[in-house]
């Protein structure tokens, strides 16, 4: 099975900030790589799909890099609808995988 | 639009059965792959099953083989999780994803004595 390690867990941050959280893979899943974000009750939403690509209709201030086994998601200037949990997930091969969660709230 | 509509999720007894489904709508669901994810209250997401687009190839996570069943209508736009000899563990929020990309809102499952 694909290990993730996501990091950190939790991170405190402001409005306007920029967010980094990072995401490693035990073995490379060279860019099925993708990030969600969930808010509490809902259900997670695609944020960046194949590492670096993002869907229609999300904000320009997300954005994905990385490939085979380190990947990284940044948020450049959070907004107060960004403090929410992120979770990577590897799509590469069976078991599917997801990090363990990155929760930003506000400081 | 894509929708994707779960139902079936109750609370149930150790060692009984649920069958969940999932409604799908706005895309053509006989294209796609499709997988049940789960989220224990409060904790992670975990990948539970697939099927694939014709639904003549299934695979599981090893916490469910034997005891959990995937599958597909694609007549009626509808997949389906049969899940039976539950367990407590087995507690958590069930979603139905359209490849890695669209989730439904989840319904849950409780299982309880």
């Not at chain 1, 390690?5 to 900030?17: E, V």
């Not at chain 1, 990385?66 to 960004?82: H, N």
């Not at chain 2, 997401?45 to 209508?73: E, P």
């Not at chain 2, 979603?95 to 004595?113: E, K, M, P």
Request: overall charge neutral.
């Amino acid at each position: 099975d694909i290990q993730m390690t996501q990091s950190p867990s939790s991170l405190s941050a402001s409005l306007g900030d920029r967010v980094i959280i990072s995401c490693r893979t035990s073995q490379t899943v060279t860019t099925n790589l993708h990030w969600y974000q969930q808010k509490p009750g809902k259900a997670p939403k695609l944020l960046i799909y194949r590492a670096s690509t993002l869907p229609n209709g999300v904000p320009s201030r997300f954005s994905g890099s990385g490939s085979g086994t380190d990947f990284t998601l940044t948020i450049s200037s959070l907004q107060p609808e960004d403090f929410a949990t992120y979770y990577c997930h590897q799509s590469h091969s069976l078991p599917l995988t997801f990090g363990g969660g990155t929760k930003v709230d506000l400081k | 639009e894509v929708q994707l509509v779960e139902s079936g999720g109750d609370r149930v007894q150790p060692g009984g059965s649920l069958r969940l489904a999932c409604a799908v709508s706005g895309f053509t669901f006989s294209d796609y792959w499709m997988h049940w994810v789960r989220q224990d209250p409060g904790k992670g997401l975990v990948w539970v099953a697939r099927i694939n687009n014709d639904g003549s190839s299934s695979s599981y996570a090893d916490s469910v083989k034997g005891r959990f069943t995937i599958s597909r209508d694609n007549a009626e736009n509808i997949l389906y999780l049969q899940m039976n000899s539950l367990r407590v563990e087995d507690t958590a929020v069930y979603y139905c994803v359209r490849a890695s990309d669209n989730w439904g809102q989840g319904t849950l499952v409780t299982v309880s004595s």
